[in-house]
């Protein structure tokens, strides 16, 4: 088994990449998570769900769960699926499609909702709203300052609450020929917001 373990964290190499498909990065997978605040039974939305990491974490942590990966690419959706095979994940249902064209049609409903990307994402976080579970949770991550603004506005103006920012800020040990430095790993918003 390549991930023996109970918590998060799996590190980035075990992971089957593709060449510019983005993955998130370990330590923001972390801390998107625990944003997500996943019950046993949790049913999660992943939208543009890239290489497949949040929902193969996700569905070692809550088996019980049910996690639907949105993917508009069908060599990308493989992806998640050979990474989902790799880690013996079998609670997630990848669908290929585009947000927010596609949304009508997964079931079940969400009561979480990861976004990872996709334009137009205030058409796609509201959609996704609507869809959302009272009580639900829905988490987006915003890698520059003009998505930060559009997702912080949406979800002020979905009457959101406790919405809560978080920017990660990362640093990983690496060796320079014969010198070990710090590197940055990128900078990450991650928004969250509750559903009364």
Request: hydrophobic share 40%.
């Amino acid at each position: 088994m390549l991930w023996p373990y109970k918590t998060p964290g799996i590190p980035d190499n075990l992971f089957e990449q593709l060449p510019g498909i983005p993955l998130s990065k370990r330590e923001v997978r972390l801390l998107l998570i625990s944003s997500l605040r996943m019950k046993l039974d949790s049913v999660l939305w992943d939208i543009g769900a890239g290489t497949g990491t949040i929902p193969v974490e996700v569905g070692l942590l809550c088996p019980q769960g049910q996690i639907i990966a949105l993917e508009r690419d069908g060599d990308v959706a493989n992806l998640i699926r050979r990474n989902c095979d790799r880690f013996d994940v079998n609670n997630v249902k990848v669908i290929e499609g585009s947000a927010p064209d596609c949304l009508q049609n997964l079931k079940p409903k969400p009561n979480r909702v990861c976004l990872e990307g996709g334009k137009p994402i205030k058409e796609i976080l509201k959609q996704t709203w609507d869809y959302l579970q009272p009580e639900g949770r829905i988490v987006a991550t915003a890698s520059n300052l003009e998505s930060l603004y559009t997702i912080s506005e949406g979800l002020s103006q979905l009457q959101a609450r406790n919405i809560e920012v978080i920017q990660s800020a990362v640093n990983r040990l690496e060796t320079r020929g014969i010198h070990q430095t710090f590197a940055a790993v990128n900078p990450m918003f991650i928004l969250s917001g509750e559903k009364l």
